[in-house]
């Protein structure tokens, strides 16, 4: 069975409650499901988080769900890379779902405003 579908399943959600909560069409999740696409980086990341679970094993590169939004009892039991990779994981998935609900204009701005963050000032979108 499909990693989608399974902890899907497990959630006890439907096809067009998992849409729901993605903002995508049920086909998506069908389709993704009968592996005939696979979800976006963005779409990849919102399950990831949805389902608590690393993309390896999502995407069936792994048999270890791992955890991708670790407690800080978890964190503490890490060495200092994984546990800023887990962080790092959790601030990305914020940080695509936040852009994907911008429009045209809202993603600009964002650019630009990450460009002054990141110290290039004469960036402009």
């Known amino acids: 069975m499909n990693r989608i579908a399974q902890l899907r ?11 729901d909560m993605l903002e995508v069409h049920q086909t998506a999740v069908s389709q993704w499901e009968n592996e005939r696409t696979t979800p976006n980086f963005e779409a990849l990341m919102e399950l990831c988080g949805l389902f608590d679970v690393r993309p390896e094993y999502l995407m069936g590169n792994s048999n270890e769900r791992g955890r991708f939004n670790p407690t800080e009892e978890e964190m ?3 060495g200092e890379d994984e546990a800023e990779a887990a962080a790092l994981r959790a601030l990305d998935s914020n940080l ?7 429009n045209l204009e809202g993603k600009k701005k964002a650019v630009e405003f990450l460009a002054i963050l990141a110290g290039n000032v004469d960036f402009r979108a």
């Open 96 to 102: 695509h779902r936040y852009y994907a609900g911008l």
């Open 76 to 78: 503490d039991g890490l």
């Open 9 to 19: 399943k497990e959630k006890d959600w439907s096809q067009q409650e998992l849409a």
